[in-house]
């Protein structure tokens, strides 16, 4: 049970419903296929493009780990070994509860992933500093997903979050159980990325003449 134990230290957020989208060729000849709606930009868009410049998403907080959090850590040198072997107890635990494809590898990249919300890698529930997440609420808003910038990483910023993902084709570096893979709420560096280079592409285009 120390595995469940310690990813309940997680916010809620890695117990929504996943996104699940086909393979990234199909998803993005998906994409090719479907005409991009302009989004129409605020009139004074140069402050929320100036934060988004200066901001450095994966330093800005860091969460406290406790000692659950950190034997967890601990066990993962245990599943470093080939996606062949056979799931123990508590690898299959996790695999269910979280709707996993039930090989070894699999659940270690999860593992991995989770660690990485849990020390502040990227922005999702529980994100303390509010004006970040305003910033990305802003961005989503700019590009058209209809968020309300409280910075609170609400039910509608996690939407929003995992709406653009599937959209860009992002994933996370794990399938969930029917080999799909997963797309969930939060917003990891690369997501940040994407999104910056589009709401620049965005302003670019809007100041030719």
Not at 49 to 70: E, G, I, Q
Request: aromatic residues 8%.
């Amino acid at each position: 049970m120390q595995l469940l134990n310690a990813l309940s230290l997680l916010k809620t957020g890695m117990k929504q419903p996943y996104n699940q989208p086909a393979s990234e060729k199909a998803c993005r000849a998906e994409k090719n296929e479907k005409s991009v709606k302009p989004v129409s930009l605020p009139d004074q868009p140069a402050e929320s493009v100036a934060l988004w410049t200066s901001l450095n998403f994966w330093t800005a907080f860091m969460p406290v780990l406790d000692a659950s959090w950190t034997r967890f850590c601990g066990l993962l040198d245990d599943y470093s070994k080939g996606s062949d072997e056979k799931l123990n107890s508590e690898e299959e635990q996790v695999a269910r509860a979280y709707h996993l494809l039930p090989t070894k590898d699999n659940v270690r990249r999860f593992l991995q992933a989770a660690k990485g919300y849990q020390e502040g890698r990227a922005l999702g529930p529980g994100t303390p500093d509010d004006a970040v997440v305003k910033d990305l609420q802003r961005g989503l808003g700019e590009m058209g997903f209809p968020v309300e910038v409280n910075g609170e990483y609400d039910e509608k910023t996690m939407q929003a979050v995992r709406a653009f993902k599937h959209s860009e084709c992002l994933h996370e570096g794990y399938q969930v159980e029917d080999g799909h893979w997963a797309v969930n709420e939060y917003a990891t560096p690369e997501t940040i990325q994407v999104m910056k280079r589009q709401l620049d592409d965005r302003h670019q285009v809007r100041r030719l003449p």
